[in-house]
């Protein structure tokens, strides 16, 4: 990456929180320590948020057609992204370089970046940071409670309760599977340390494999050309793979088809991993047992798509983090990240926009 920050002698680096900022005390503190960086920072909150599905949507090119759904800019926010040198983000409109000039690095608030590249940050020579790692440890423990609760019965077990019956429901012992996690970020490596607690044979895929490579938490490593044999060999699978275009659509008829029949399956990544159909037609003939999805292509989920009454298949609203901890631990990041900049050191979690990771 190309070392592009304010000079030394610039009098001022405006910061725009754009999300998950806050005018309560703890929103005050942060912006407090954020200031104290560097006395040249200046701090400014203007929200830009734009909706869910378009959100989704800008997730995977082509972007052209999405461009009249993009909300148009207010007067206070035309002005603020025409002073901010850096910001903190979920959403930018396009071309951000022409809407903000000086914008030379931007944070954003989670793992997958897919609709902040499309607002040509790459085009721009724009630096990019993402949050990876600021919820891995609460998606991992949602993930591997999901599984928990498909082997053990617990669904059956709560309504039988309901249903005031007393009704034996027998569920799986862990130990001894084997369990599948692709893509070994920070969400799939802390799935792995959870899952090898529970003595079972842990595989793994990578995007960066090199044969020879190992990891921690994990007894075997693959590369993703690896995926079927991986598949083949698991009785349960976790995806928390990035959203790029190499990425769309990898579990798709074939992958699902060769998964061990009566296996499990679970994203916490992207929603555009899975075709969805595919996974809906897996779901539907039984060879596959269970699934649990907590993210979509479309978000949020239509009303009326089959998914929702897919047999066994959990479902939630891409809400497996925690966010209880979540606007601390960005901000911990986000601060970290500007004193890099600041001071030309490398970023945390720098990602290339031109690749989406």
């Known amino acids: 990456m190309t070392d592009e920050r304010p000079p030394a002698d610039t009098d001022t680096v405006t910061i725009g929180i754009l999300f998950m900022g806050g005018d309560d005390e703890a929103g005050r503190a942060r912006i407090a320590q954020l200031e104290a960086i560097d006395p040249r920072i200046r701090v400014v909150q203007v929200g830009y948020e734009e909706d869910h599905e378009l959100r989704t949507a800008r997730g995977t090119p082509p972007y052209d057609?999405?461009?009249?759904?993009?909300?148009?800019?207010?007067?206070?926010?035309?002005?603020?992204?025409?002073?901010?040198?850096?910001?903190?983000?979920?959403?930018?409109?396009?071309?951000?370089?022409?809407?903000?000039?000086?914008?030379?690095?931007v944070q954003g608030v989670g793992a997958g970046v897919g609709q902040l590249v499309s607002a040509g940050l790459a085009e721009s020579g724009i630096r990019l940071a993402n949050a990876v790692g600021v919820s891995a440890v609460s998606i991992s423990e949602f993930a591997v409670g999901r599984l928990l609760a498909f082997w053990k019965h617990f669904d059956a077990?709560?309504?039988?309760?309901?249903?005031?019956?007393?009704?034996?429901?027998?569920?799986?012992?862990?130990?001894?599977?084997?369990?599948?996690?692709?893509?070994?970020?920070?969400?799939?490596?802390?799935?792995?340390?959870?899952?090898?607690?529970?003595?079972?044979?842990?595989?793994?895929?990578?995007?960066?494999?090199?044969p020879g490579m190992t990891a921690e938490h994990v007894d075997e490593l693959f590369g993703p050309d690896d995926l079927h044999e991986v598949l083949g060999r698991s009785d349960a699978v976790f995806a928390s793979v990035p959203e790029t275009p190499e990425t769309v659509g990898t579990m798709d008829a074939a992958a699902f088809a060769a998964m061990k029949a009566g296996a499990w399956f679970c994203n916490v990544g992207r929603g555009s991993f899975v075709d969805e159909d595919a996974l809906l037609d897996a779901l539907t003939s039984g060879h596959l047992g269970g699934a649990a999805l907590d993210v979509f292509s479309v978000e949020p989920l239509p009303a009326d798509n089959p998914l929702w009454t897919a047999p066994n298949l959990a479902i939630s609203a891409h809400s497996s983090a925690s966010v209880e901890r979540y606007v601390e631990n960005l901000h911990a990041l986000f601060r970290d990240n500007v004193a890099r900049f600041l001071a030309g050191r490398p970023l945390r979690t720098e990602v290339d926009p031109a690749r989406g990771y």
Request: proline share 3%; no cysteine.
């Open 65 to 105: 057609g999405l461009r009249e759904k993009a909300p148009a800019l207010s007067d206070e926010q035309r002005e603020m992204f025409a002073a901010v040198d850096i910001v903190v983000t979920l959403d930018l409109p396009f071309d951000v370089g022409t809407v903000a000039p000086n914008l030379v690095l």
């Open 157 to 210: 077990m709560a309504q039988a309760q309901a249903e005031r019956e007393w009704r034996a429901s027998y569920g799986r012992e862990v130990a001894g599977t084997t369990v599948a996690v692709l893509g070994l970020g920070a969400i799939g490596s802390n799935i792995a340390k959870r899952l090898q607690a529970f003595d079972v044979t842990v595989l793994a895929t990578r995007r960066s494999w090199t």
